[in-house]
Structures are given as structure tokens and as C-alpha cells.
């Protein structure tokens, strides 16, 4: 097992969760950054890696170059929250990053991260994403906002002046390909949804669970991590599974968070959408809405567990989330994307 012997004060280690599915191509331009951070970084560490039933050659490739990486394995290919769940309950320590095989990390990546957890209302931080070769900005902190009773959380934010992002940014949710968070709050909220396999949105919808707790999520922009655009989910043949799966989790995030009278509303808005769909013989988005009618059930079970974790706490809605993350900048000037 790979970690270091320091230990700084009310942090206590740090696990390195990696989910991964036919990766081998990807391991010898990333774990090289993973341990060089790892190892610039003062927390005793361990590095995890869960393979998804790979049917490259990732777990013999692993266990030849890295036999000292804690390797799991699935038996059957069960998708990014299986695998990510299964890697954090296995995980030691207090700290767990949640990483993408498709991701370097800057040999400084950890240090502006840490501070956030002297907080006691974290849930988790993610760091700037830029690209693999260039500095074009991925992904930033996460900018909610509504179209009807629609959530949208697809845009992305950072402040034009850089020294106002000092101290950090909220966001919406903090991205799976790149999350620090508190193991205990994770194990605390049940993890990441398995209703949402096999892939997308299930990062936004934990996060939504913590912020409608009291949690809060942050995004460090001196924390920078290199990512590759992934060809593993969006290639020709797999691009119709694709939209179905992303169109039906957006559905099961609204589901399972907005209030009563605010779902009927979004499911009213969903009616010409999808009959102007079927008409335009878009058939993607009628499937994942009869994906989406097929889990039903599976949501109900889904709120009754939030509601139970709540536990007599208050619970926010997702309007006032987003009405706090929106005040957090007011009168600041931004940058989307």
C-alpha cells in the first residue's frame, strides 16, 4: 500500500479513488502525475483503482506496472457509480478523490485544496479543468439556472478579475472527474445514485443532496488538472445510448429533487418536448423518457432514503441552492461557458 508516514492535524489521510474501464491506453500518461502529486503532498496516501469488467488488458497491464496500486475489480460492468461507490467504501482514509482515468494531475494539485476542509460546512471541492495539451478552460465552478421548472446544469463559471476567486467559488455540483470530498459525508449521503448507471449526472445529484443538507460545494481555481476528451462513451455507435441515458438522468435529477408542485410542472413541460420530439422522429428522448417512467420506482425509494438521511434537518430546496450560489456573485463580474 502507497502512503506517507506525516499526518497533519484533523486530516488523516488521503485515498485516490480511480473508476476505470479500458484504460490501459490512458495509465502511462496519468498515474505518472497522480504519484508525483500524491507524493508533493504532506497526508499519508493510497491510490485505488476499480476496474469496471474491462475487456482491454487494464488489470493485467496494472497488476505488471503498478503492483502496489490497490486494485479492485468488478464482476460484471455496473458503470461509473457502482464502481466509484465500491472504491470509497473500500477506501482508509478521511479524504477521497474521486478521479477520472482520463486525468493528469499538476505536481501542486492538493495544496490549494486542503484548506476548504478546515470548514465545517464542506462537502467537496473540484479544481480547474483544462485540456490535455493546451490551457483552454474544461470545466470551471458550476452556474445553475432555471428554464421554466427546468434546472439547468450544464454552464460554467469564473470570475474575469483572478484574485477574486481567492477563497474559492460555490458550484453547483462538484464534477466526478475530479472531486475532493469528505468520505464520511459520502458514505453519509449513501454515495452516488445507482439509478444513475451506466453514466452522467450522478455527480450533480450527490451534490445536490449535500447542498439541500447544508453541505457546501466549492471550486479552487489554483487547483489545475489536465483532462482528455473521453472517446470511450462517444464514439459513432454508442452516441444514441448516449443521449438516451443523458436525457433520462436529467429527468431522474428532477424527479428526485424538485418539490411536489414543481415536478407536476417540470412533467406538464415535458409533454410538448416530447411529443415535438416524436414528431421530428427524435426518437432518443422518447426512449429515455419510457427509461425514465421504467425507474420510477426506484425514485420514490430514492426520496424516502433523502428524507430519512435528513433526519429532522432542514432540507433547501433547489431554487434556494441556486438563489445562494447566484447572491454568492452578485455584482461581480463572470465569466460563462
Request: net charge positive.
Amino acid at each position: 500500500m502507497l502512503r506517507k508516514n506525516n499526518v497533519l492535524c484533523g486530516m488523516h489521510g488521503l485515498s485516490v479513488v480511480i473508476p476505470n474501464y479500458n484504460g490501459t491506453g490512458l495509465f502511462p500518461h496519468t498515474l505518472p502525475t497522480v504519484f508525483e502529486a500524491l507524493r508533493a503532498q504532506p497526508l499519508p496516501w493510497e491510490l485505488i483503482v476499480v476496474d469496471d469488467a474491462s475487456t482491454d488488458d487494464s488489470v493485467r497491464w496494472l497488476q505488471e506496472n503498478y503492483p502496489d496500486i490497490i486494485l479492485l475489480q468488478n464482476a460484471t460492468n455496473g458503470g461509473f457509480s457502482v464502481t466509484v461507490n465500491k472504491g470509497v467504501r473500500a477506501a482508509r482514509y478521511d479524504l477521497v478523490l474521486l478521479l477520472n482515468s482520463d486525468v493528469k494531475l499538476t505536481p501542486g494539485y492538493f495544496a490549494p485544496l486542503f484548506p476548504y476542509f478546515d470548514r465545517p460546512d464542506t462537502f467537496g471541492v473540484m479544481g480547474r479543468i483544462v485540456g490535455w495539451e493546451d490551457e483552454l478552460l474544461q470545466e470551471g465552478a458550476r452556474l445553475p439556472f432555471f428554464h421554466g421548472f427546468k434546472l439547468k446544469t450544464s454552464g460554467n463559471y469564473v470570475l474575469a478579475d483572478e484574485q477574486e476567486m481567492n477563497g474559492g467559488l460555490l458550484s453547483l455540483y462538484v464534477s466526478g472527474a475530479n472531486a475532493l470530498l469528505r468520505r464520511d459525508r459520502f458514505l453519509e449521503l449513501g454515495g452516488l445514485n445507482e439509478l444513475f448507471s451506466p453514466f452522467y449526472v450522478e455527480d450533480c445529484e450527490l451534490s445536490l443532496r449535500a447542498w439541500r443538507l447544508g453541505y457546501t460545494c466549492y471550486y479552487e481555481h489554483a487547483a489545475i488538472c489536465r483532462h482528455r476528451t473521453s472517446t470511450t462513451i462517444r464514439t459513432p455507435e454508442r452516441r444514441r445510448q448516449v443521449e438516451i441515458v443523458y436525457n433520462r438522468n436529467k429527468m431522474l435529477l428532477h424527479a428526485l429533487h424538485l418539490p411536489r408542485w414543481h415536478r407536476y410542472g417540470y412533467y406538464l413541460q415535458l409533454v410538448p418536448e416530447t411529443l415535438l420530439r416524436l414528431l421530428s422522429g427524435k426518437w432518443t428522448f422518447v426512449m429515455a423518457v419510457g427509461q425514465f417512467m421504467d425507474r420510477y420506482q426506484g425514485v420514490r425509494a430514492a426520496r424516502a432514503k433523502f428524507l430519512q438521511t435528513a433526519d429532522r434537518r432542514r432540507v433547501a430546496t433547489v431554487r434556494e441552492v441556486a438563489a445562494r450560489i447566484l447572491h454568492s456573485i452578485k455584482h461581480k463580474k463572470i465569466i460563462q461557458f
